[in-house]
């Protein structure tokens, strides 16, 4: 990272993180107030699970074998390590950061209190997939399009589902975002 990138990017995107963190409250309330908004967002949430995310991988990167196409193979290889890695720094970063979920101790967001919800798992590793694959050179703008928008999709979903507060799926959306980019950039 440059500097450019640093106080034109991270900080901006950081210091907005850190500001919704006092709207999380509010907004995470909101949903308790709406069973069918948790509902649909439930399905939805399911698609940026990991066992999905980890078919949708390994199934490009086969794809790609069985037609002998090397970008198809470097897409699904790409998504595969972007999945790796998000799983293990959200982890890293949960642990760390132990904050309490929507539902806990009336929607007050706490850090450092043992539980898991900073940064949004299910945002992080989608658009780290999602990323990964659209940057892969050769990767088809209807691929790009798609995958963006289901790791919205998903990363939203969570929020319905009372899962996460805004904070840790802006945070999850853009770490991962970056650790796609490094992936298809380095590999």
Known sequence: MNKKQAFGIVLPLALTTFALTYADADAGRYP??????????????AVGAGYALGGLTV?????????NDTEIIRM???????LAGAW????????ALGRERPP????????????????SG???????????MAHTKGCPKWVKITSYSVAAAVSFARWGAQ????????AGATL??????SVAANH
Do not use: C, Q
């Not at 308790?32 to 949430?45: E, G």
């Not at 699904?76 to 972007?82: H, K, S, T």
């Open 32 to 45: 308790a107030t709406r069973p069918n908004l948790r509902k649909v967002s439930n399905y939805i949430s």
């Open 59 to 67: 199934g490009t990167l086969l794809y790609g074998d069985v037609k």
């Open 76 to 82: 699904g290889r790409n998504g595969l390590l972007a």
């Open 88 to 95: 293990t720094d959200n982890y890293a970063l949960k642990f």
């Open 104 to 119: 806990d101790n009336d929607h007050e967001g706490r850090f450092w209190k043992g539980k898991d919800s900073f940064p």
């Open 122 to 132: 299910h945002a992080m590793t989608t658009f780290a997939v999602a990323s990964a």
């Open 163 to 170: 899962r996460h507060y805004p904070s840790d799926i802006l």
């Open 176 to 181: 991962g975002y970056f650790l796609g980019r």
